[in-house]
């Protein structure tokens, strides 16, 4: 970390076992999911489309697996669980990692977004940048469009009022050990990984 202000927490995936890593002694500021913020998110992620998102990671597993069965089929789908992590448990995560103006969060495996969009919504103020990585290009792709889709929400909020503020984000298409992908995480001062797929090895 830049500041030398590294805060990460993480969920470990079967069982759900959340844990964190805090180093730092500000006091806590508490980050509340508001129904305005609520509202945006599931304007650019509908829950209806959940599956779709998840066919979209067991898909882009299955293109980029190399074992098949004797008859050609294409095993490795399952090597992508796709999951969404629970908005309000992040916003008191978020809380508890104590982030201060200027810091930069970090998802690690981000997906198809849904959390930077959460993050860069519950500390607009706090973040400078809110930035995903992701290996899947599906999935990356995914997560520019959604943030796309939040440009339209002030013109068809019912309430008539601005859309919620928002911290800038951004998106790598990257391995996280190596290239773009370990650059920007290098960046963080608070990283988070809803860790579904690491392989369960030596270098876990």
């Known amino acids: 970390s830049p500041s030398g202000r590294l805060k990460m927490f993480a969920s470990i995936y079967g069982p759900l076992l959340p844990f964190l890593l805090l180093l730092s002694t500000t006091s806590v500021t508490s980050f509340n999911l508001t129904p305005k913020i609520k509202k945006a998110i599931d304007a650019c992620y509908p829950p209806t489309s959940y599956n779709t998102r998840r066919s979209i990671a067991y898909d882009a597993a299955i293109a980029s697996t190399t074992t098949f069965t004797p008859e050609g089929i294409p095993l490795g789908g399952d090597a992508m669980v796709y999951g969404e992590f ?26 198809a977004g849904r959390i930077v969009l959460a993050a860069a ?3 607009p103020h ?33 309430d ?4 919620p503020p928002i911290a800038p984000c951004q998106y790598t298409l990257s391995n996280c050990m190596e290239g773009e992908g370990l650059e920007a995480l290098a960046t963080a001062n608070v990283a988070f990984s809803y860790a579904v797929t690491w392989a369960n090895d030596e270098t876990h």
């Not at 973040?127 to 939040?150: K, T």
């Open 86 to 111: 629970d908005l309000p448990f992040f916003a008191r995560l978020l809380s508890k990692a104590r982030p201060e103006r200027g810091d930069t969060f970090v998802d690690i495996g981000s997906g």
């Open 160 to 163: 008539g009022g601005p859309p």
């Open 126 to 158: 706090e973040l400078a940048n809110c930035h995903g990585i992701e290996l899947s290009a599906p999935l990356h792709d995914a997560a520019v469009a959604a943030r796309y889709v939040f440009e339209d929400i002030g013109e068809e909020d019912d």
């Open 121 to 123: 919504l519950l500390a």
